[in-house]
């Protein structure tokens, strides 16, 4: 990489890494996963930094292929225990608090396809054919992993709906 392309790669680096680095952690819900993804997406990015003519839209297809790429190869398997954890009442203020950790629990639950699609439809406000470009597959495969996404939550993580029924009522 010669020096103006170093430095115009450098400039990307600090202007984006702070977005950047939201969806990795959105995507592995670690802050040193998502480091190790982001790390690994930027010097992917900085061998093809010539050729790329949109960099952010590029870094964001890289960090979701390699997400999906390096689950695959290091699957975390799930942890079972015998009891259920109780449930706080519907007037605790930390419900929000105890609600945010059961979805980010149950969405380390996901595959790394589903999870993907699902960050980048709620978190990043995608359309599916955005998603399918992004993803590398077909509208009906983003839909489809969608669907099967959120029903895993309502069955992974029923104190969502609970809480989605009270904020309707």
Do not use: N
């Not at 400039?11 to 592995?28: E, N």
């Not at 109780?86 to 930390?94: K, N």
């Not at 929000?96 to 396809?113: E, Q």
């Amino acid at each position: 990489m010669d020096d103006a392309a170093r430095s115009d790669f450098l400039t990307f680096v600090h202007a984006c890494t702070g977005t950047l680095f939201r969806v990795a952690y959105a995507l592995t819900g670690q802050q040193q996963t998502a480091e190790d993804l982001l790390q690994a997406s930027l010097e992917k990015i900085a061998l093809r930094w010539r050729w790329i003519r949109d960099p952010e839209a590029y870094a964001r297809k890289v960090i979701y292929q390699e997400f999906v790429s390096l689950r695959r190869r290091h699957w975390v398997k799930e942890i079972l225990t015998a009891d259920l954890p109780e449930r706080a009442p519907a007037a605790d203020p930390s419900r929000t608090v105890d609600l945010r950790h059961a979805l980010i629990a149950a969405l380390a639950t996901l595959p790394p396809r589903q999870r993907a699609v699902l960050v980048l439809r709620y978190l990043e406000d995608h359309t599916d054919t955005e998603i399918a470009r992004i993803m590398s597959c077909s509208r009906p495969t983003v839909s489809s992993q969608a669907h099967r996404a959120l029903a895993r939550l309502r069955t992974r993580c029923p104190e969502l709906s609970d809480a989605f029924e009270e904020t309707r009522s």
